[in-house]
């Protein structure tokens, strides 16, 4: 596709339970961000990938929060034994080059994978 | 305090007038500024960047101030459709690279 694919657009979870996002980003982005979205808040960053390298997930909450990109493209999100705070919209975004350079801030975004835990 | 502050507004104002937000940050050290706009329920979309000398874009204007450390953004003759939230990106250096990090947002409202 054209633009930033994410699913599930819609999870509930039981409390307790493990869930994954999957963030599609566009093909041959090379930088990918996890951005977690509370409701009237700002995306706050929780992890930043180059190609498949992990290179900043001091956003991460915990030690349930973990993302991988093994292959350098698709990423996943997984978050275990769910919390209610962790209800939330989980925003994916990609940018072509290394991101982290002056004037670089243009990142596409996903729609976003509205997490319920109930 | 946070990094990024924004008024969460609503502002809420007839067609046609101007309305401006500001946004302050406080890192002295922030390189890059940029204004996204998210409409309801919907992805942050990149709207301008932000330069030292100001840029305009149609009915949009952007300013940094770096000695004050506040960037703003001026929308004249406002539309309807310009209803959605502002939200302000500073790009800060951070121990090897450097972070987007987003403010809270403006919420704008135009009615007729």
């Known amino acids: 596709g054209a633009g930033v694919s994410q699913s599930p657009r819609y999870k509930v979870a039981k409390r307790g339970q493990d869930v994954a996002l999957r963030c599609d980003p566009i093909s041959g982005h090379v930088s990918l961000f996890w951005y977690q979205q509370a409701l009237g808040q700002g995306p706050e960053f929780l992890t930043y990938?180059?190609?498949?390298?992990?290179?900043?997930k001091s956003g991460l909450p915990s030690d349930r929060f973990f993302a991988e990109r093994p292959e350098g493209s698709v990423s996943t999100l997984k978050i275990q034994r769910t919390q209610q705070e962790d209800s939330a919209v989980y925003l994916c975004a990609s940018s072509f080059g290394q991101v982290y350079r002056v004037n670089a801030g243009e990142l596409f975004f996903g729609e976003g994978s509205r997490l319920t835990v109930l | 305090r946070k990094e990024v502050e924004q008024d969460p507004g609503p502002f809420n104002v007839p067609e046609g007038a101007t309305v401006a937000f500001n946004c302050t940050y406080s890192?002295?050290?922030?390189?890059?500024f940029f204004w996204y706009r998210q409409d309801c329920r919907k992805e942050p979309k990149l709207l301008m960047s932000?330069?030292?000398s100001g840029n305009e874009d149609g009915r949009f204007t952007a300013q940094l101030n770096r000695a004050s450390q506040y960037i703003s953004l001026l929308i004249r003759d406002s539309k309807l459709s310009d209803s959605a939230t502002y939200l302000c990106?500073?790009?800060?250096?951070?121990?090897?690279?450097?972070?987007?990090?987003f403010g809270a947002g403006t919420r704008l409202a135009v009615h007729p």
């Open positions: 890192n002295s050290a922030s390189q890059s």
């Open positions: 990938f180059q190609n498949e390298a992990q290179l900043d």
């Open positions: 932000v330069y030292s």
């Open positions: 990106v500073v790009v800060s250096w951070d121990g090897g690279y450097n972070k987007l990090i």
